[in-house]
């Protein structure tokens, strides 16, 4: 559908560096619209990619981890996930996270999609996976910037969750229902 | 599940602002993690609040949006969204944005959540509606910064798209799942 493409894209006139460093390459924007109107500030960052994993162990409980998250100020019940590094294939970044924060491994990946947190602002995409049949493999290793808990949770749990907006991060709910679609076509 | 809060939540010892206007408010934080560690910078940004509406025609057909998305620089196909103004009820916005974005009204309003587009790094919340029987009710009123395409997807469209990577925001992942459970559950 890329025939919009050329009516519907900005061109950036300029750019300002905001601030620049390894976590973050934040810019504000100067923009032309389609229309002819030119926008600024308009604020995009940089940021590296994720691996989210939807994780199911062998008896159907779902690996979740709760931590703080200081965007929203709480404690939040998430899917595992973490930093895909540059160049590093995003399955493999996901079978780390997923021993590391849970000492859990699994033989059945699939792949859900690519997701972006967001793609109006940011650059970063998650890449999204379901790992079956997961069986405790030895302990977690947490780096010490890391406070996580785990704990397991049946499908009833998080749907109910979800409902009472209790599981809120938008990339972690998108992938536990791209895992049930994959589920239910199998 | 909140006595897990005071075991892992973090301290804010310090703030920088970085850049404040009216579009963001992007600062860098020093935190003491639950172990004692301190790290900084931490970066996160408060911003507003939106509404996405998953939109269904009479017909059975989904009003979706296509525009440029300076964040990962390409047209991107969506749902209707837009801000939720402080203090302004979510769905009062969600029928604002429909009515203007496609010129479409709904008589039946379902609220399917409220989830965060990336609750680690950001505030701000996206409240996601459900309006079924949506019928042409006037003309698309876009402002001059708007420069958006309106086209009509089948459900199996839409999963096409999201099956190829190709409808990525993760917050209108999210919120067309929702509204599928929402379907099946009735």
Chains 1, 2 share one sequence.
């Not at 894209?9 to 934040?26: G, P, T």
């Not at 929203?72 to 493999?92: I, M, N, S």
């Not at 999609?113 to 977690?140: H, S, V």
């Not at 990339?171 to 076509?185: C, R, T």
């Amino acid at each position: 559908m890329d025939e919009h493409k050329d009516t519907l894209s900005w061109k950036l006139l300029s750019a300002e560096e905001v601030r620049k460093d390894e976590w973050i390459d934040f810019r504000s924007g100067k923009y032309e619209l389609p229309n002819g109107k030119v926008i600024s500030p308009f604020y995009t960052y940089r940021k590296c990619n994720f691996a989210v994993i939807v994780a199911v162990t062998e008896e159907g409980e779902y690996l979740c981890v709760r931590q703080y998250r200081p965007g929203v100020e709480k404690v939040l019940t998430e899917f595992p996930a973490g930093a895909v590094e540059p160049g590093e294939d995003p399955e493999k970044a996901a079978r780390r996270e997923l021993k590391e924060e849970t000492g859990f491994e699994s033989e059945d990946w699939v792949r859900l999609g690519k997701i972006a947190p967001n793609a109006t602002i940011a650059d970063n995409m998650a890449y999204c996976y379901l790992a079956r049949d997961c069986r405790k493999a030895g302990e977690r290793h947490l780096d010490e910037t890391e406070c996580v808990d785990m704990l397991l949770l049946t499908k009833k749990q998080i749907e109910g969750l979800i409902a009472r907006d209790e599981f809120v991060q938008a990339v972690h709910v998108a992938a536990y229902y791209m895992a049930e679609a994959k589920n239910q076509a199998e």
